[in-house]
């Protein structure tokens, strides 16, 4: 069975100060590694796929890399209104996506 | 704002009841997904259509069913409500039908049983 870990839970940061969201993942035949964003009372929000090993995606101050093994969401010098929560979902039988629980971002100004 | 559009944002009903979720996809996209988020269980995969067929299924109940019409618009049923079902419901939509392509969420309907 697919399985999703995110970590951390929460992640409080300073406006300005870099992090890093995980996504362990395990799953037999990764056909992609999906990023979202989540605002309360809203939808997820696509930001990115992932589909092999090695693979990294940018977008403004986001930017996500894959392993064979895990998924990390790189956030630098984050601004109040990156606070979300970030979702990650991986897709082995299609269409399935499997979610994990999400990593809730609160940046202080 | 994904283009994929879920109506009623809210619904409050009883147990017993039976109540219909609708979902526009965006506009091209021939796949509809439905999705049930609980608090303790994060977004939960339910059932997928194609084009107006039925493709897949996924953890769906019984007393629960869908159907995509003709102009690719979908609708979630659920009947014999019980208190477990309050949720928030999101429809997803995407162009094809394919591994690796991304799904697109509406807002979702927040389900509340009481």
């Known amino acids: 069975e697919d399985q999703v870990t995110q970590s951390p839970e929460a992640l409080r940061l300073q406006e300005g100060e870099s992090s890093s969201l995980n996504c362990s993942y395990t799953v037999s035949g990764l056909r992609g590694l999906f990023w979202y964003r989540q605002d309360p009372g809203k939808g997820p929000e696509f930001l990115f796929t992932?589909?092999?090993a090695g693979e990294e995606k940018e977008k403004e101050r986001l930017k996500a890399t894959l392993t064979k093994k895990e998924s990390f969401l790189h956030i630098t010098a984050p601004k109040p209104e990156d606070s979300a929560t970030y979702l990650c979902?991986?897709?082995?039988?299609?269409?399935?996506?499997?979610f994990g629980t999400g990593t809730r971002l609160t940046i202080i100004p | 704002d994904s283009g994929v559009t879920q109506t009623p944002k809210h619904l409050i009903t009883a147990t017993g009841q039976r109540v219909t979720l609708r979902c526009s996809p965006r506009?091209?996209?021939?796949?509809v997904y439905w999705y049930q988020q609980s608090l303790d269980q994060g977004l939960q995969f339910l059932i997928h259509?194609?084009?107006?067929?039925?493709?897949a299924k996924g953890n769906i109940l019984e007393r629960f069913s869908a159907q995509q019409f003709p102009d690719l618009h979908s609708e979630l049923n659920l009947s014999s409500l019980e208190l477990g079902d309050s949720a928030l419901y999101f429809c997803?939509?995407?162009?094809?039908?394919?591994?690796?392509?991304?799904?697109?969420f509406g807002d979702g309907t927040r389900l509340s049983i009481l």
């Open positions: 997803a939509s995407s162009a094809t039908t394919g591994g690796g392509q991304p799904q697109h």
């Open positions: 259509y194609y084009n107006g067929e039925e493709r």
């Open positions: 979902a991986v897709q082995a039988e299609f269409p399935k996506l499997t």
């Open positions: 506009s091209g996209d021939l796949s």
């Open positions: 992932l589909y092999s």
